[in-house]
């Protein structure tokens, strides 16, 4: 009998019924290791990073669903809630009780409700909708709250970029 | 890998360079070695080689025990071993007497044998995750974890042998290092016959998670005890480890965390067993029959929680070792039970109170009400009957202090509300709370005119309503109210509860003396109303002075009654209500002759309007518990 874990990973995995246009098919990046899960995100219309497609990577911990995910993407990416080496902050990622911002109400922490499917439309809404009060990204914050125009220039440089242009 | 290669040709020509260049000037093996060792060039050249060799040694080891490593376990060691790396400078600083070859290459050799075992720590981690082990995979794991072991253990005894024999030297930190090895190959081990035993059996393994937690928890404790065991004899036979440090504060960690898990996992599983019931095949057909948890249908041994969600016991326990909370709507478990618990007498009357209080005024008044109360649940019962003889008689009173009984219900239902949310302060304001019914409740009856009425008694209230805001009205959110509580409780502890629950009996006293009093006054009113339907200001005005004579045998009977009381919420509840009941004695006098005063200058017509209002209110007839008129009336 395989452990909870992987069991849990691949009922989501065969349970692939299209999650949204904005997310592209996640799985795992080889069958052999369901613990570490590629997905594409696509940039959320109407924002500063439509038409960009994001690489990620999901890394699931040995006693998921009971520990949040980690997720990276490993495209560049500018914004308030990504840090530079492309880890994602986000409240759902996080078990409550460690906040490493301290802004977060715990209502929307990790629990074993949440998965991949709606970590990935969080991620899709973030995009769209920077908080810029738990800053990964202290720049890109700094830069979306008082320098909206140049950091839509920046994000439309990084969709260019994530493209291959 | 180019440069890796590269490195390895180079080192082997350099040496192979250097050692022929000697042979060529000594010709002989001996005299060749020995300029080998003096000449410091060549030395270094040789140190090189021999670590290149090391490196390829490695290669080759793992190539044999793990074949491709995978990315995240190269970047586990790769980290690991920078920290080792560290760790050993620091530790030829504290040896640097010692310092030779030798001891450099049994520091390397450490190392060598460290990497491994976090690789095989990984790599049976790994078999949790991984839909298929191979046969390989286990030939591999044991035999690693089998040479390793014997390396340990030889390096162990070797150690003790030498510090045996030659006193404590640099072999205390081989020594050391290497039991701390042996016991990661036993958690390792009793880890890996986890896994396999899981492996094989067909269902879920329930308790494998306890099993796990439990080998934590001792292994853990084993390497703090030698962690500690080496600070000491370091400290006492050398100087501080600092090297020490960082691998002996994780180990403590981590020991802590397994003793904080251990004991979160007991509560989880006395919990799951005691507290919530098991979801019945009903249930399981009135849900999705899926867990949340793990996404599988829940044929037997699901668990249901108060808020009615149901998951798998194993499931559900495992994450109630994090967290106690329900997965889906994050309710708070243990506080929601230990309400039903610990809380059961208190807040059960408590909502009802008040929630009472402001919808039915009137079925309140109804006298018949009254006796329908369980006796035990006010303490300060006891003074109550009392009561009924200065009330009764002060009919006089009664006209003008038709007011009073509409405006103290109202009051009272704002303490009744405000009192819950006052009573999560701390055990000073609840006690100064309990005491302040106590005044209040005998003032009642004496308290009638109306202008002292709603002042006299309820300004001294020490609670006052910023408490109201905190508190919306109990009963509709019970459960946001039961986690300010509790956040209180756990800082008080039962201290605060008994507190509170005195409190919270003190606001069903305060409502029931509300009650009492309205009941007492229709009483008085049913009494004075027939006979004389049309009464003025001046037999208002002359029946007061009835009421004065009757008002002076008032403290004798109270203080009989509320000592003699069968109830006798009795310790508590008689006390203050003796103190304050001479104390109001004053208080009743200065309102007889204000109320007197107020009804002799008062117009009729407003007393007839009160009196009537009375007559409206009083729907059923007088209870049997309504004080019979005192004799004098
Ligand atoms: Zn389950
Ligand atoms: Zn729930």
Redesign the pocket.
Known sequence: MAGTALKRLMAEYKHDDPISPSVCSPGPANEENFFEWEALIMGPEDTCFEGGVFPAILSFPSDYPLSPPKMRFTCDMFHPNIYPDGRVCISILHAPGDDPMGYESSAERWSPVQSVEKILLSVVSMLAEPNDESGANVDASKMWREDREQFYKLAQKIVRKSLGL | MVRAALVTATSMALTGAVVAHAYLLKHQFYPTVVYLTKSSPSMAVLYIQAFVLVFLLGKIMRKVFFGQLRAAEMEHLIERSWYAVTETCLAFTVFRDDFSPRFVALFTLLLFLKCFHWLAEDRVDFMERSPNISWVFHLRVLSLLGLLAVMDFLFVNHACHSIITRGASVQLVFGFEYAILLTMILTTFIKYVLHTVDLQSENPWDNKAVYMLYTELFTGFIKVLLYIAFMTIMIKVHTFPLFAIRPMYLAMRQFKKAVTDAIMSRRAIRNMNTLYPDATPEDLQASDNVCIICREEMVTGAKK?P???IFHSSCLRSWFQRQQT?P??R?DVLRASNNNQAQAPAPAPAPAAPANAPAAPAPNVAPGMLPGFPPGVFPFWGPFPAVPPPAAAAPPAAPAAADAPPSSTDTTQAAGTSQPTSSAADAATSSAAAAAPGSAIPGFPFSFPPPPFPAAPWLPMPPPPPFVSSMPPPPPSLSRLTEEELRELEAEGRRGLEARLQCLQNIHTLLDAAMLNIHHYLSTVATLAPPRPEGGAAEAGGANREAASAGAESPATERDSSTSDPVGGATVSSQPADSTSSASDAERKENWDEGAADDENGEPSAAELRRRRLRKLETSPSSPTSPSPPPDN
């Open positions: 929680l808020c009615n969600h329900c889906t709507c309710m």
